[in-house]
Every structure is written in structure tokens, then in C-alpha cells.
């Protein structure tokens, strides 16, 4: 059987609000959860962004598929000294990013249209608008889902690199011993391995969010002991509370 879980470390930022699922899961358990993000984002300077042959004066319509993406696009027009116009249309990919945007223009008065939750759900908002300029501001590390959908709708659109995602340096972590690793993206798995290559798993739980994610720690020879997304645990806490339940039941 293996050893009961007392500590945590998931690979992301704590959690700002107060009712988060993983304090929740650190009274329940008398676990300690730390967080400490593996990865960071950075942004692009204008003079990169000018680079790629992207002058944001050029397009009638912003597709944002994150936040990110949000915070980068009107820090680059800044950066530009570009005014964004007010008939400027955004094409937010969630609701959550929609109402993120708020943070820098006056809802009401703006041309917004929101998708449900995948990139493809945006596709009959664009076919709609099928001949304005669009401009998709997205990190180094953008997946095939959104070029594969703007060429089968066959607009007139543009990739700008508007932001990157960075390892975190984790040298402070090297004597820090954890029962359970928490990873949300390949390039946290990345991260762990760049910064500890001689990294050995022994006794350590890993928990991966993620297809992708755990295809990444199968491919450095870990093995996988707490899976997320499943039918009986759709998010990580879930998957963690399942897990601790099992292991942590006195033996």
C-alpha cells in the first residue's frame, strides 16, 4: 500500500478566492497544500510583435481564446501607442474571457460575441462576419484547433505571438520533499525535468490534468498515480480527494 499523502504541491498560482476546492480538500484531509507555478507567461515586446509583419492597425476584428491573450493585446497596442478603436469587434472564445475583457473597455458600448466554451463553438459567430480582418493574438504555444477551424471557414485571418510561455526557475524546491506532484500542462512536466534532470520519482505520486500531460510524464519514465479528468472525478481536487481518501484510511 502506499505511503499515506500529508503533503502537496500543485504546479500552479494559489488560488485568490476564498472557497477554492483545494483548501477545501486541506481541511477535509488535514493535508498541506502548497502552490508554486513551473511555468510562467511573458510577453512579447511591440518591436517582436512589429517582427512577425503584425501591425494590429490592420484588422476590424480580435479573437481571444484566454486571458492571457486579453492582457497581451492591449499591452502591445499601448506599447504601439495604438488607440483601439470603439467599433473594434472581439470574438471572445468563453464567457469568462468575455467578461475579462471588461477590464479594459466599457461593455456595453463594444461589439462582443461569445462562444460557449471550445475554439470550434465560435466558428458560426465568425462564418457570420466572414469578411472583417482577423487578428488572433496567441501564446508560442498554440494548439491546432484554432488554425484548423479559421482555414476551414476560410477568413481572412493573422497569428500574432503576443506572449510565451517560460519555465520557472525551481532551484529554491531542490531539497523540498512532496508526497504528491500536481501537473496541469506538458510543460510543467517540462519544467520539473529542466530544473531537476537527475529527478526521481521513488515514492512521489504524480497527478496529471490531461491526455497530453500525462503522455509528457510517461515520456520521462514517470509513472502516473492520479489521473484527471474522469467520469468519477472531473477536475483535480476531485481526483486528489478520491486518491487520499483510498491512501490515507487507517492501515
Known amino acids: 500500500m502506499p505511503n499515506k499523502v500529508k503533503t502537496i504541491l500543485v504546479s500552479q498560482p494559489e488560488p485568490k478566492v476564498e472557497n477554492s476546492p483545494y ?39 480580435i479573437i481571444l481564446t484566454s486571458k492571457n491573450a486579453v492582457d497581451h493585446f492591449f499591452r502591445v497596442a499601448e506599447e504601439m501607442r495604438y488607440k483601439v478603436p470603439e467599433d473594434l469587434k472581439y470574438f471572445c472564445q468563453s464567457e469568462a474571457i468575455a467578461f475579462y475583457l471588461q477590464k479594459y473597455v466599457v461593455y456595453r458600448k463594444r461589439k462582443i460575441y461569445v462562444g ?62 512532496y508526497d504528491v506532484l500536481a501537473f496541469f500542462s506538458p510543460t510543467g512536466i517540462k519544467s520539473l525535468f529542466m530544473n531537476f534532470p537527475d ?20 515520456s520521462h519514465g514517470l509513472r502516473v498515480d492520479i489521473m484527471a479528468p474522469s467520469p468519477e472525478a472531473p477536475s483535480m481536487t476531485m481526483a486528489l480527494d478520491k486518491y487520499i481518501a483510498k491512501v490515507n484510511k487507517e492501515k
Open 23 to 61: 483548501f477545501e480538500l486541506q481541511q477535509k484531509h488535514k493535508v498541506k497544500i502548497d502552490f508554486r507555478p513551473f511555468i510562467h507567461v511573458e510577453g512579447v515586446p511591440a518591436k517582436e510583435v512589429r517582427q512577425q509583419k503584425v501591425d494590429i492597425s490592420h484588422f476590424t476584428a
Open 116 to 177: 460557449q466554451k471550445d475554439f470550434a463553438d465560435l466558428s458560426p459567430l465568425i462564418k457570420k462576419y466572414k469578411d472583417e480582418k482577423f487578428l488572433l493574438p496567441a501564446s508560442d504555444q498554440l494548439g491546432q484547433d484554432a488554425p484548423q477551424t479559421l482555414n476551414a471557414l476560410k477568413v481572412d485571418w493573422t497569428v500574432g505571438t503576443f506572449y510565451r510561455t517560460v519555465m520557472s526557475d525551481l532551484s529554491d524546491l531542490a531539497d523540498v520533499y
Open 199 to 218: 529527478f526521481k520519482q521513488n515514492e512521489t505520486r504524480i497527478a496529471v490534468f490531461g491526455a497530453s500531460v500525462q503522455k509528457e510524464a510517461e
